[in-house]
């Protein structure tokens, strides 16, 4: 199985700062990976698939890159609703394996 | 709208079983694969598996299978999980979400997940 590392584990940032958020994947996955954010009490909600395409009425700021190995979630300039835990997740394989997430707080 | 609705919370002693259930409407039910992930208290998520409910196709991660089983039911567009004994480790949230996949691929991550349901097993 594909094993997915994402660091940091926190992320401190400030409002208004750029976080950026890494995954990396044991073995290639192509650009079959997501992105999710997770509130406290809450579902994940999907925010970019295939490594770089925002879902459906998520905001500019999110963005996805990277490819094979390698990914980068960025957000340009943090609000106040984008604290939260955000993991990484690759389809490209059987079984689709989750990063162990990044918990992005308020500095 | 696409939805996807869990069944209620579920408390439970060690050794009993259980299923819970996961309901889609607002989308054709059997044209998308429904996955089954995991997260313990306090921890990160964990894929179990998916089944497609056109005809009960499935995949367990091996880190599940032989302890869970999936079922569907196209009638009542309905996805299940069930355990046979349960385990106070088996204590988590439980996530349904849809995917789109083939027999060999999925093309496209959960797109839409319902809300969860909370499975606590205590003796």
């Known amino acids: 199985e594909i094993v997915m590392t994402q660091s940091p584990a926190t992320l401190s940032v400030s409002p208004g700062e750029r976080a950026t958020l890494s995954c990396r994947a044991s073995?290639?996955?192509?650009?079959?990976l997501a992105w999710y954010q997770q509130k406290p009490g809450q579902a994940p909600r999907l925010l970019i698939y295939?490594?770089?395409t925002r879902a459906t009425a998520i905001p500019a700021r999110f963005s996805g890159s990277g490819s094979g190995t390698e990914f980068t979630l960025t957000i340009s300039s943090l609000q106040s609703e984008d604290f939260a835990v955000y993991y990484c997740?690759?389809?490209?394989?059987?079984?689709?394996?989750f990063g162990q997430g990044t918990k992005v707080e308020i500095k | 709208e696409v939805q996807l609705v869990q069944s209620g919370a579920e408390v439970k002693k060690p050794g009993e079983s259980l299923k819970i259930s996961c309901k889609g409407s607002?989308?054709?039910?059997?044209?998308?694969?429904i996955a089954w992930v995991r997260q313990m208290p306090g921890k990160g998520l964990e894929w179990m598996g998916i089944?497609?409910?056109?005809?009960?196709?499935?995949r367990y991660s091996p880190s599940f299978q032989g302890q869970v089983t999936f079922s569907a039911d196209k009638s009542t567009t309905t996805a299940y999980l069930q355990w046979s004994s349960l385990r106070a480790s088996d204590t988590a949230m439980y996530y349904c979400?849809?995917?789109?996949?083939?027999?060999?691929?999925?093309?496209?991550?959960?797109?839409?997940w319902g809300q969860g349901t909370l499975v606590t097993v205590s003796s």
């Open positions: 979400a849809r995917q789109d996949c083939s027999s060999l691929f999925c093309y496209n991550p959960g797109d839409y």
């Open positions: 607002g989308y054709s039910f059997t044209n998308y694969w």
């Open positions: 089944i497609y409910p056109g005809d009960s196709d499935t």
């Open positions: 073995q290639s996955v192509s650009s079959n």
């Open positions: 295939g490594a770089s």
């Open positions: 997740q690759q389809y490209n394989n059987w079984p689709q394996m």
